[in-house]
């Protein structure tokens, strides 16, 4: 963080400070989890339903905090504010706007998509950050409160900020750029991601352009050319207009895409009459069309294609759950992609997992649960779900809970379990090691717990369970 005094923190954010030192210096980020504290930084306490920050204020300050961003005094150094959320974004925004008025450049990315954001976003960190110094969203921090505590680990020496950007409705967006504006903006695809919030596809869209809206004539607008309204956004911003995908109109093409055995995709990238082949080491050949989007982003930010390409080739894991392969000691390979889940990601990966056992000749496993906030499409898309995996050839499928149910529905060989605990028994006592096994749902399913057992990984379902 640039660093600040806690006196001028309180007059920023219009806040009063209690049992405090005005002249104590911030010099880290904020934080919501005491147990994830930033030394030297501010503890934002939150008042929820369950559960309140301010409870948690001597801890906070014990683990390293200077002071308490709170509602109320807490016994320990604190800034009192009307409204902790409000305040954050006016701390953020002063952050961003005084690491902008060093002379030493800054180069804010904003990325957005229905799914693969996350992905995209830590592929890009890797590349940015074989660069110059970068900062980039954790995990999938990407809304409201999760964006502001990226924008406040940025400091003197940050060349780079990436910011991953979500959305549940029109104006969202707009909102987080407005704390971070950025200067180079990529959006990946409109799916369906969240369809019951938003209502329509034609609704998602509109949001997501709001992240190219908000550029200026200097901005950059990365655009996915293959998806049409997303190709569409173009007449949607003042800014410079990059766009990927595999037509031949593309600034950056992707073409020639294979994989190897465990679906590695290898594939060509094309950018200004130059041509350089990328093997990546990540799962799923829906990660070739994110290292198209990546590449344009790099490129527009400034980074020279060769090294762009370098760097792709050389990216090992991204955040954790998300297509990770690991294999039990008996053979048994186990990919864990229970980070997340909706229609075009749960397609992708089924491919994934079936593409492995033909070109492998092992059993495939399927262990899938519910993908939330469908809305009405919700029963539709899950049975549409069971039905690719019949049409792949998929050997086994495990359902868990009813939301998901639709997905067993008219196929013999599913197994169904009610709980996640009875699906963890069934699994475990039905799997070998000649076997790959596929373990997906949303968030809320915990089926990271599944692949836990899986590889008899007692401190991966501690978490889970925690």
């Known amino acids: 963080m640039i660093p600040m005094r806690l006196a001028e923190v309180a007059d920023l954010v219009g806040g009063t400070l209690h ?17 994830s504290p930033e030394p030297g930084g ?7 339903e369950h559960v309140d920050g301010h409870d948690y204020a001597p801890e906070a300050v014990a683990a390293g905090a200077v002071a308490v961003l709170g509602t109320r005094p807490t016994g320990v150094p604190t800034v009192v504010v009307d409204d902790v959320r409000v305040a954050l974004h006016a701390l953020a925004r002063t ?5 902008r008025g060093l002379s030493a450049p800054l180069t804010v990315v904003a990325i957005t998509g229905s799914q693969g954001k996350t992905s995209a976003k830590d592929m890009l960190a890797h590349v940015l950050a074989d660069g110059a110094a970068t900062i980039a969203t954790r995990g999938s921090f990407n809304n409201e409160l999760g964006l502001p505590l990226t924008v406040l680990r940025v400091d003197g020496a940050t060349r780079y900020l990436a910011l991953e950007m979500g959305s549940r409705g029109i104006g969202h967006l707009r909102e987080l750029c407005a704390i971070a504006p950025p200067d180079v903006s990529l959006v990946l695809n409109v799916g369906k991601a ?13 949001a997501k352009g709001e992240l190219v809206e908000v550029l200026g004539r200097d901005g950059a607008a990365v655009l996915n050319l293959d998806d049409p309204r997303v190709a569409a956004m173009a007449e949607r911003t003042a800014a410079q207009v990059w766009t990927f995908g595999t037509g031949a109109a593309a600034v950056v093409r992707l073409s020639n895409l294979e994989s190897d055995e465990l679906g590695r995709p290898a594939f060509d990238l094309t950018f200004r009459g130059e041509t350089e082949r990328v093997a990546l080491q990540l799962l799923g050949e829906h990660q070739a069309a994110n290292a198209a989007a990546v590449a344009a982003t790099a490129l527009a930010a400034g980074l020279p294609f060769d090294r762009v390409a370098a760097t792709l080739g050389a990216i090992t894991s991204l955040s954790k759950w998300r297509m990770e392969l690991r294999e039990r000691g008996d053979g048994l390979a186990v990919v864990n992609d229970a980070y997340n889940a909706n229609p075009d990601s749960m397609r992708a990966a089924l491919r994934t997992l079936a593409g492995i056992g033909a070109r492998t000749g092992r059993r495939t496993v399927a262990v899938l649960g519910e993908m939330r906030e469908l809305g009405d499409s919700a029963d539709a898309e899950h049975r549409t779900v069971g039905t690719l995996a019949r049409e792949l050839g998929v050997d086994q499928l495990y359902v868990v809970g009813p939301g998901a149910r639709g997905i067993a529905e008219g196929d013999p060989r599913a197994a169904y379990a009610e709980t996640l605990d009875e699906l963890v ?9 000649s076997e790959v096994v596929l373990v997906k749902a949303s968030r809320a399913a915990g089926l990271e717990r599944v692949a836990a057992a899986l590889l008899d990984d007692p401190t991966e379902t501690k978490e889970a369970v925690r």
């Open 194 to 206: 969240h369809l019951g919030e938003f209502g329509s596809r034609d609704n998602i869209a509109l």
């Open 95 to 99: 952050v961003l706007a005084r690491r």
């Open 19 to 35: 049992d405090a030192d005005p002249g104590s210096t911030v010099t880290g980020g904020a934080f919501l989890d005491t147990r």
């Open 42 to 48: 501010i503890f934002a306490a939150f008042a929820g």
């Open 425 to 433: 028994e069934q699994v475990r006592n039905n799997v070998s090691g």
